[in-house]
């Protein structure tokens, strides 16, 4: 299992551009969920998903949108970038039944 | 957003020491996890706790989830260079669907070879 996977790694970004940030598991989880971490803080939930079809904010979701059309795909999308979402930004998914959270690399992001 | 109170902040520290951090929450969690990131690089789960008062080990890793529920430590024995990450404890609470994980701001560990 290559288990999360998140593309791209880094990416730069101008103020008002709009991006996708892709994630996969190929754990058949039902859970996934989408962090941003900020230099020196711990990991800020930005919206998560139960399953295919349904999706629910996080604690910090203004300025970001998810789907979840599949089990294995959970992208999150920059609609109009502030530099404010300059962060890295972390998919995870839940796995059964040991009830643990299994982290992709990270997507570090840059607005300018 | 509620958070845990995970102390000491950072460690700097001599190769061969053992290190020892917590986390303290007013909440009781049915899960305790802790997690280790390296630079550039996802949290890894290092150790699960699922029950009051359970003592895990894991190499020289050792964690116990307390018997209120409202707190858990980690103890590292014998430290080693690539020790150095943070370290991030996180309180589960809530079943199924409401699940929810609470995460500490982490403990940066350094270690003097």
């Known amino acids: ?112 | 957003g509620q958070q845990l109170n995970q102390s000491p902040q950072s460690m700097f520290i001599q190769e061969g020491e053992d290190v020892s951090m917590n986390c303290t929450s007013s909440s009781i969690f049915n899960t305790w996890l802790w997690y280790k990131q390296d630079p550039g690089e996802g949290p890894v789960l290092l150790i699960a706790l699922y029950k009051a008062g359970e003592l895990t080990s894991n190499g020289r890793l050792t964690a116990q989830f307390g018997i209120t529920r409202k707190d858990s430590f980690l103890n590292i024995s014998a430290s080693i260079p690539s020790d150095v990450g943070i370290y991030f404890c996180a309180g589960q609470k809530g079943a199924g669907n409401n699940r929810k994980l609470i995460w500490g701001l982490g403990t940066s560990l350094a270690v003097n070879p």
């Open chain 1, 1 to 112: 299992n290559a288990g999360v996977t998140q593309t791209p790694k880094f990416r730069i970004l101008k103020i008002g551009q709009s991006m996708t940030l892709q994630c996969t598991q190929d754990m058949n989880h039902n859970y996934m969920y989408w962090y941003r971490q900020d230099p020196g803080m711990g990991l800020k939930l930005i919206y998560y998903s139960v399953g295919a079809g349904i999706t629910d904010k996080g604690e910090v979701p203004n300025g970001y949108n998810v789907s979840r059309s599949t089990t294995e795909d959970f992208p999150l999308r920059l609609e109009l970038a502030a530099p404010s979402q300059t962060s890295v930004y972390f998919c995870a998914s839940l796995g059964t039944p040991t009830d643990t959270q299994y982290f992709g690399p990270g997507t570090r992001l840059t607005v300018l």
